[in-house]
């Protein structure tokens, strides 16, 4: 089997398939350690909170394949925060098994680094956390090769086609031939699978680490992840200090990417907006910058993903799992794609399936 990408789902991809004994090639077109998609950066958080249970079945199978993960590193991977999710206008959308919504008095007294107002609830997620997201990709890739994967980084695949009941592969280093293809993309998707193109959107998202005024309001218990939504802006996210790295923050919805060039450095309004942003809501930090980064989100109608065969072609599987909260699902991702590859029937994923996201022959 062919696996193009190597972030977090291509890449838990290509461990599952060759810990089951599949020989497979992973292609990426950039190096390792890349910042051009969606995957760098140093922390994920990870949440039960979603709006609906239409989420609660991937959700319960991504803190069990983190647990997996974590086992076969040997080292954990996910740190438990909890985390509070807010909003002015009286009912913060989102639910929890074990969570509970509350006012903006009750939240100051979970997370003291967050600052909340009169009008404000939120609603509190006791399993909420923080991934090591460049552990973990430096763990699947080691796990991977250990198991016999081969995995050529640089490599640009050019195009594709079905060849009988399988695939070729048309690369700058050549043709390759599999019987089946998994495309784990990101922001490349609606160029290799143009069936997608009108679906999915690129955007520019930055996030900035500030400094400390006060560490015990910049990390756990004082603070965990959260998120704020600011009326009229947009999604303030927050990922508190951890192992060594400052408190992270980011916002969303960021303007289109035309993914015309290669990705730049944020610049200075870009982060002194979101810095201006953030200081309101934490009173731990200092005003100061100490790192900052940009990132591509691929959005989806609903927010949701295409994990499954690409409708008509057999041959072919995606893992289109975006919308700027993939990451989190990265192991249960590659799980589901290894074991619809392997002709393991998982009718929970009928909801994710690139049909249900509305592509076509």
Known sequence: MIVIG?????????WQLARRGIRVTQLDRHPDGHTEGSSHGHTRMIRRSYPSAFWDGL????YRA????????GTPLVTRT???????DGDPGLRSPHGRTMGHEEASLIFPGLRLGD??????DPEAGVIDAAAALTTLRELARAEGADRRTGVAVTSWRTDGAGVRVVTGDGELTADRLIVCAGPWTGELLPQFASLLTVQR???INLGARDPELVGAPGLGAFSVAIPDVGLLFGIPAIHGDALKVGLEPGPDDGMTRTQWAPGRAEIDRLAALAAPFLPGVDGSVVDSVACRYTMAPRNRFAIGELPGTPQVLVGAACSGHGFKFGPAVGEALADLA?????????GHSPTAMGVTP
Do not use: C, F, K, M
């Open 6 to 14: 190597a972030g977090i789902h291509g890449s838990a991809a290509t």
């Open 119 to 124: 009008g404000w609830t939120a609603h509190y």
């Open 205 to 207: 998202i930055i996030t």
């Open 59 to 62: 959700v319960d199978r991504a």
């Open 342 to 350: 392997t002709g393991v029937e998982r009718p929970d994923l009928d």
């Open 66 to 73: 983190w647990d997996q993960l974590s086992t076969a590193a």
């Open 82 to 88: 909890g985390g509070l999710y807010a909003r002015s």
